[in-house]
């Protein structure tokens, strides 16, 4: 089965910019969602088809994919930003949906 | 917009079957291009994608649910539906409703579902 593998926590600076990266086999030819979730809420889709933000996810969340890793960019983090991310995309050759491990931001 | 709203019991014994319903408010279920997906979280761990479903019937299924997993449709109450039999305490999480389309959006606000003698 397709996995898809994120890094357990990820540190920034006020300010500054965080990148999350998802790793997965040649992930860079597949659609990849991006999902943020804060401590007790349901998850918020914040990118999605790999580099599309929905309207009013503010434009410092950006996105690429190429090769192997995907990677969520954050631009000038606050501390609003620390939440939780996820990966997402579909394999087709299970026909399944899969999500990466999650990644916690924390914004110093 | 469209909201989604879990509802179903919160306690389950083990070995019973899970039934949870999600309601669709702001937009039909049968309209547009949209799969009406289950997702799952246990309590301090990662989301595990469930099912989703097209209106019209075409389902998918997390392969290693599958055996214990039907997600339906009710298109005249606008709510699609979730059962997992079998249940154990590794079932135990808040259960997420979720319309798909490129992605999951929106959630509905979860449901903790406790798997427990």
């Known amino acids: 089965s397709y996995e898809l593998t994120q890094s357990l926590s990820v540190s920034v600076a006020l300010g500054q910019t965080a990148r999350i990266t998802c790793g997965g086999n040649n992930i860079g030819n597949k659609n990849v969602h991006w999902y943020q979730q804060k401590p007790g809420q349901a998850p918020v889709l914040v990118i999605y088809r790999t580099t599309n933000r929905p309207s009013g996810i503010p434009e410092r969340f950006s996105a690429s994919n190429s090769g192997n890793t995907a990677t969520l960019t954050i631009s000038r983090a606050q501390a609003g930003d620390e939440a939780d991310y996820y990966c997402?995309?579909?394999?087709?050759?299970?026909?399944?949906?899969?999500f990466g491990g999650g990644t916690k931001l924390t914004v110093l | 917009q469209v909201q989604l709203q879990e509802s179903g019991p919160g306690l389950v014994k083990p070995s019973q079957t899970l039934s949870l319903t999600c309601s669709v408010s702001?937009?039909?279920?049968?309209?547009?291009?949209?799969?009406w997906s289950w997702i799952r979280q246990p309590p301090g761990k990662g989301l595990e994608w469930i099912a989703y479903m097209y209106y019209s019937g075409t389902t998918y299924y997390n392969p290693s649910l599958k055996s214990r997993v039907t997600i339906s449709v009710d298109t005249s109450k606008n709510q699609f539906s979730l059962k997992m039999t079998s249940v154990t305490a590794a079932d135990t999480a808040v259960y997420y409703c979720a319309r798909a389309q490129g992605g999951f959006d929106p959630w509905g606000q979860g449901t903790l579902v406790t798997v427990s003698s």
């Open positions: 997402q995309v579909w394999d087709s050759s299970t026909t399944a949906v899969v």
């Open positions: 702001g937009g039909s279920i049968s309209s547009g291009d949209y799969y």
